[in-house]
């Protein structure tokens, strides 16, 4: 697999960014040349075309050639690590909500007691 795709710049319009899609017998890359992917995170472009999303395509021209990537076997792992990421990115959000609703309880039971009064050591 050797597919290239442009994906519009949403800080500098007119621009795109290169997202390359390679893939030997061994393993799959997929590259993006924003700020972002440059420095190594996940960004949302290669996101987008590995999930199959086109709006963040450059040129409607590149439509055909998002659909032959979603059509490759070799994008099937990257697929695959997505949707496990996104699994674990969930779980991860479900966590932050319980510690947060943890914190408040705590909170408020804490102003509750300011306001009723501490018991002092006898
Ligand atoms: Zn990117």
Sequence with gaps: ????LRAASSSSPGHFY??????DDKR?????EC???ASGQFCKHRRAFISGDASLLWDDLDTEVLATLQAEPDLAPAVELL???DESLAQ????????KEREKALKS???VELLHGIALPL
Excluded: H, N, P, Q
Excluded at 18 to 23: H, I, L, P
């Design 1 to 4: 697999m050797d597919v290239e």
């Design 18 to 23: 290169a997202v390359t899609f390679k893939s």
């Design 28 to 32: 799959v890359w997929v590259l993006c």
């Design 35 to 37: 700020a972002a992917g």
């Design 83 to 85: 949707r496990l990421y």
């Design 92 to 99: 991860i959000e479900r966590e932050k909500k319980g510690l």
């Design 109 to 111: 039971r804490f102003a």
